[in-house]
């Protein structure tokens, strides 16, 4: 892990060059508790009932039920902390644009977690100025102490000095999301994939599944109409940008797309050589990506369908084995597995690999934070000063602090979970006899109940970040000796330096970059599926870009971050 640790070491010091001036404020003034226990590494309570309204990310794999608050994760919460959550229930697929329309319509909740990018609401007033209150947020200002985060909290500070999203923090950055293949068959085709994750590229993927496709015609296992690889997290879920695939091959090749293109200004990044930020969206290597990622659906590999299905659809394919290979990330992959042998039986067998390179052998994600909380101004405006003040302490606690984040993944102790001892002497959380959770990736037998579907444990909404060794406590041998391979196999990338508009130059950057990321992720859909040819409509696709002010959004990010620098 020395490879992993140094360059976390080297993002730190590139990003403190950037100022973090609300950091100087929060050690300032304190408020006295008042109707309420709170403190660092201490239970939050208050002594009468509350209620604070939040928003909640339903994912559809995982739907939130009933019991989640009669005897689950919301009801625990309240019976620790005396707080009762007024859930605001949104399907994930569209909870977003869900959570703007609130928002723009004065009436969101007060409390909205699960926001990957926060510069669309900084300035329309509808968000609180989270900065302003961390010196009331003790397990929040611990973790940044303990951890040297001002670097990394000043990546999202506003041209006024202020932040906007509570993130989640982690010691170290820790790759999520990679691929899956059914290893019986990759092997029987003739496949080491345990040798060729080493050192293979997305184009020799390509020259793999090509392999393995004809393997599995010659034994009639698929025609040669069918496709062999159809992703989820793409589709519905992907946002019509390509998800996490094109997220994953874009980082490869020094792109932002996918997921990653959300809140970039039109796939704008840092080019560390020049001194000065491009769109890697109109760059040669943005057109190397879109290649390769064509080939795959070009020759019959890559279902296009990927990218307008349903994750159950791409589940129920892989799981029948009318595809190979699939997306997963650590949460899913239990289930992943369990899902191929309930319906294959044993001698199907799958292996989670250290996804291809492009052009570089970076993982797709650099950042030590994540998505996080923002607070709306409707709270401070229906709570007053210091009932906020009391809210902000149940949201450090909550989103902060090691017992929330405990009570949160693994539900309370003795119920769902106990101490055990393992082989190497240390103590570790296990799931009790009859338990079983897919959002830790801890399989069990199918009378076992899951955790998370039943309780509302390990979901994605309510615990983020932490410690290297909390975000870790989960981690099977196999999810273990994935990221001792991502450790030798790859390498982090050096996080990009921000540019901090001032208001009307933020309103200029959104009302220019929304149209153009639109323009982007339809041409990208259109070149990857094929409907457009990535050499005779290149130079449509740069004009339609340039139409779309890219060239603008440069100059200014430019002019912005020389600004900053002087």
Excluded at 56 to 77: C, L, N, P, R, V
Excluded at 468 to 479: G, H, L, Q, R, Y
Excluded at 537 to 544: R, T
Aim: hydrophobic share 35%; proline share 3%.
């Amino acid at each position: 892990m020395k490879r992993v640790v140094t360059t976390v070491v080297a993002i730190m010091c590139v990003a403190a060059m950037f100022a973090a001036p609300w950091s100087k404020k929060a050690k300032g003034k304190n408020a006295a508790a008042s109707g309420y226990t709170f403190g660092e590494e201490v239970t939050f309570h208050s002594e009468k009932p509350v209620t604070y309204s939040i928003s909640f990310s339903d994912a559809s794999w995982y739907a939130m039920q009933d019991t989640w608050k009669t005897e689950g994760i919301f009801k625990d919460i309240e019976n620790v902390t005396n707080v009762h959550l007024d859930i605001t229930s949104y399907d994930s697929g569209d909870y977003g644009q869900k959570v703007n329309l609130a928002i723009n319509s004065g009436k969101p909740t007060y409390i909205i977690p699960k926001i990957y990018d926060e510069n669309q609401y900084v300035s329309g007033g509808g968000v609180v100025a989270v900065s302003d209150y961390v010196q009331y947020m003790p397990n929040f200002l611990a973790f940044v102490k303990n951890y040297k985060m001002e670097p990394d909290l000043a990546t999202i500070t506003q041209s006024d000095g202020k932040f906007y999203r509570l993130p989640g923090m982690h010691q170290a950055a820790l790759q999520d999301y990679t691929i899956m293949v059914r290893d019986d068959i990759f092997t029987a085709a003739g496949y080491n994939v345990r040798e060729l994750e080493k050192n293979w590229t997305w184009e020799s993927l390509h020259d793999v599944l090509v392999g393995v496709k004809k393997y599995m015609v010659s034994k009639g296992m698929c025609k040669e109409s069918d496709y062999i690889w159809s992703d989820l997290w793409c589709g519905e879920s992907g946002k019509g940008q390509g998800g996490n695939l094109l997220k994953l091959m874009g980082a490869s090749y020094n792109v932002l797309s996918g997921w990653a293109i959300e809140g970039s200004n039109g796939g704008i990044k840092y080019d560390y050589k020049k001194k000065e930020f491009y769109s890697s969206s109109i760059s040669e290597d943005y057109k190397k990506f879109i290649s390769v990622a064509n080939s795959f659906v070009k020759d019959g590999l890559l279902d296009p369908e990927t990218f307008t299905q349903s994750d159950d659809v791409a589940h129920n394919k892989f799981y029948s084995g009318k595809t190979v290979i699939m997306s997963t990330n650590r949460s899913q992959m239990a289930n992943d597995i369990a899902g191929v042998k309930k319906i294959l039986g044993d001698k199907a067998t799958c292996y989670v690999t250290a996804y291809p390179s492009g052009t570089n052998k970076n993982l797709a994600e650099t950042s030590r934070l994540e998505c996080g909380v923002m607070i709306s101004q409707r709270a401070l405006d229906e709570l007053g000063e210091k009932e906020f003040i009391k809210l902000m302490r149940f949201v450090d606690w909550m989103f902060y602090s090691k017992e929330a984040y405990t009570l949160c993944k693994w539900g309370p102790e003795g119920k769902t979970w106990e101490w055990a001892t393992a082989a190497n002497g240390a103590k570790i959380k296990k799931l009790k006899a009859g338990f079983k959770c897919g959002g830790l990736g801890l399989p069990g037998a199918d009378s076992d109940v899951d955790i998370r579907l039943k309780w509302g444990y390990a979901g994605g909404n309510y615990f983020y970040g932490h410690s290297t060794a909390e975000s870790t406590d989960a981690f099977t041998p196999e999810v273990q000796d994935l990221y001792a391979r991502y450790a030798k196999y790859k390498t982090v990338a050096v996080v990009d330096p921000k540019a901090k508009p001032t208001e009307d130059e933020r309103e200029q950057l959104t009302l220019w970059s929304v149209p153009l990321t639109d323009n982007i992720n339809a041409w990208t859909l259109k070149f990857v599926t094929g409907q457009k040819d990535i050499n005779k409509d290149w130079n449509e696709y740069l004009a339609s870009c340039k139409n779309l002010n890219v060239e603008k959004i440069v100059k200014l990010t430019n002019d912005i971050y020389k600004r900053q620098s002087k």
